[in-house]
């Protein structure tokens, strides 16, 4: 992989081509929104959600006028990314993700993203969620998806302890400094009235290591927040990682075909005021992190969290309603 592994207690950090990802020059910005522009005008044009997120991603992550970018057929496309594979691969994520925010399912749009992707040469499975969206293949889907999905997240302050013991390392979180993070990840539970241990799934697994990317990257538990986290989380690893866990929250909130303990599956919410810029801006701020923020965070519990993100180069967030800011 391009990026360095991570041990111990450090994160990965950018290399030369992630560098080139956060500041590629304009004719290649332009290509990049000409390429999601094109493949998604199909079946008489895009929808107005489709329309809303690429302009979104347009003024906020490629940083062009969107009506100045280029058709680019497929054969175009990958000299638009030449020697960029993690570019590459970040299209090819967009790609399926337009295809989960239209509403209805277009084959028309599968086949061309399908083009694409083979012309990209990118092969990694995700698409396949996007076959099952188009032929409601709801039996089938979170099948596909375990096949491709990221392992969970883990935090070694709670890593094999029994549920009663993560309670109480949880609750133990409640003598830490006020504003440390540790602290305000136990002021996140407590907020939102979450239990430490899910007591309605008893085989759901800890959550403890997912909400603490909330409370790092500053985003709430409405639908909006959730998919923003995960896109926030997928610009900060640049697109290597994490996106399994953005498709989980597109086919639980964007498609409802996949549903998830406690929360009830919908569909359109990236349609809905705001949510496309959220979203988009959230990939953006990522991309100003140092790497990805997946890591070991035990030894950060008890300092400050803006000192926390600034040592992740985690944008503090600005106040908002799919916001968690104490």
């Known amino acids: 992989m391009a990026t360095s592994?991570?041990?111990?207690?450090?994160?990965s950090r950018l290399n030369k081509e992630d560098t080139t990802v956060l500041h590629l020059d304009e004719t290649t910005r332009l290509g990049v929104t000409g390429i999601l522009y094109t493949v998604t005008d199909v079946d008489g044009g895009r929808t107005e959600e489709q329309e809303r997120f690429l302009e979104a991603l347009a003024r906020h992550v490629m940083r062009v006028p969107p009506r100045?970018?280029?058709?680019?057929?497929?054969?175009?496309?990958?000299?638009?990314?030449?020697d960029k594979p993690l570019l590459c691969k970040g299209i090819g994520e967009l790609l399926v993700t337009l295809e989960l925010m239209r509403h209805p399912a277009s084959l028309a749009l599968t086949?061309?993203?399908?083009?694409?992707?083979?012309?990209?040469?990118?092969?990694?499975?995700?698409?396949q969620l996007a076959a099952d969206y188009l032929v409601n293949d709801r039996k089938h889907i979170e099948r596909d998806w375990e096949r491709i999905r990221q392992p969970d997240l883990e935090e070694s302050f709670i890593a094999g302890l029994s549920d009663d013991d993560v309670g109480a390392r949880m609750q133990a979180l409640e003598d830490l400094p006020a504003g440390s993070l540790g602290r305000t990840l136990f002021d996140f539970y407590r907020r939102n009235g979450f239990s430490f241990v899910p007591d309605d799934e008893p085989d759901q697994g800890s959550l403890v290591p997912h909400d603490l990317t909330h409370v790092l990257a500053g985003y709430g538990t409405t639908a909006e927040a959730e998919i923003a986290l995960q896109a926030f989380m997928v610009g900060a690893a640049r697109g290597e990682k994490h996106f399994s866990s953005l498709?989980?929250?597109l086919l639980l909130f964007e498609v409802g075909m996949m549903p998830f303990p406690g929360i009830e599956a919908t569909e359109g919410v990236l349609g809905r005021p705001g949510a496309a810029e959220l979203v988009a801006t959230a990939i953006a701020r990522g991309l100003q992190c140092a790497g990805d923020i997946e890591g070991d965070h035990a030894h950060l519990l008890p300092l400050p969290l803006a000192e926390v993100r600034s040592k992740l180069g985690i944008p503090e967030p600005d106040?908002?309603?799919?916001?968690?800011?104490?």
């Open 111 to 127: 086949q061309r993203v399908e083009e694409y992707l083979a012309a990209l040469g990118i092969d990694d499975g995700f698409q």
């Open 68 to 82: 100045e970018a280029p058709i680019v057929t497929a054969a175009e496309a990958a000299q638009v990314v030449a």
């Open 319 to 326: 106040p908002g309603p799919h916001m968690f800011i104490l």
């Open 247 to 249: 498709a989980a929250s």
């Open 5 to 11: 592994c991570r041990t111990g207690n450090s994160f």
